[in-house]
């Protein structure tokens, strides 16, 4: 590896992690501004650009591994999300916990939902889509499964997005548990039923 790919990475590492300590630390993700970002990782703001595209993507790529550090620290949501239990009640569980941890976190998410809705590609909040494959099970096409896992992510981070409307205008608070598991189920059940 050469001095400048390695100059590269240590600058991607440097700005993740000041991106995760400001993400962690503010009341408010619309203060993790690409300067202060930059600023925390002692790197100049375009590197933000030029090493993750935009400040949204780096933020989403800090929100993978926080997702991924709650899963690790929540022996509940790894239970359930390797359980033996059918596929529609697996993709059931990861959208209730992502909305949940979102919901949680919501200067955060707020700040990296925009970014997800519209620059959806790929495997891009595509985690649910083993499942949905497994649970038609051939009856529906590949394609066909792909884009109901677009659509149920958009949905529901679109909910996580709106969540203090929906509770205005349809009295549905997704604050509480019970409430968002019984959104959560009868949306999924609209696409998996």
Do not use: W
Not at 21 to 50: F, H, P, Q
Request: glycine residues 4%; hydrophobic residues 45%; charged residues 25%.
């Amino acid at each position: 590896m050469s001095a400048k790919q390695r100059d590269l990475d240590a600058t991607k590492k440097a700005l993740l992690a000041a991106a995760k300590e400001l993400m962690t630390s503010c009341a408010d993700a619309d203060e993790v501004t690409s300067r202060a970002i930059a600023a925390k990782a002692g790197a100049n703001a375009a590197m933000i650009n030029y090493c993750y595209g935009s400040r949204e993507a780096l933020l989403y790529e800090v929100f993978k591994g926080l997702l991924a550090d709650a899963q690790r620290a929540d022996p509940e949501i790894a239970r359930l999300l390797c359980a033996d239990i059918a596929p529609k009640e697996r993709v059931i569980m990861l959208h209730f916990n992502m909305m949940k941890l979102m919901i949680a976190n919501f200067s955060y998410s707020r700040a990296i939902t925009r970014y997800l809705l519209l620059n959806r590609s790929g495997e891009m909040g595509m985690e649910s889509l083993p499942c949905i494959t497994a649970h038609f099970a051939g009856r529906k096409s590949e394609q066909e499964c792909r884009h109901i896992a677009f659509e149920l992510s958009s949905l529901h981070e679109l909910a996580v997005l709106r969540h203090e409307q929906i509770c205005a205008d349809c009295g549905l608070d997704l604050r509480d548990d019970a409430v968002l598991e019984r959104y959560v189920r009868e949306s999924v059940g609209r696409f998996l039923d």
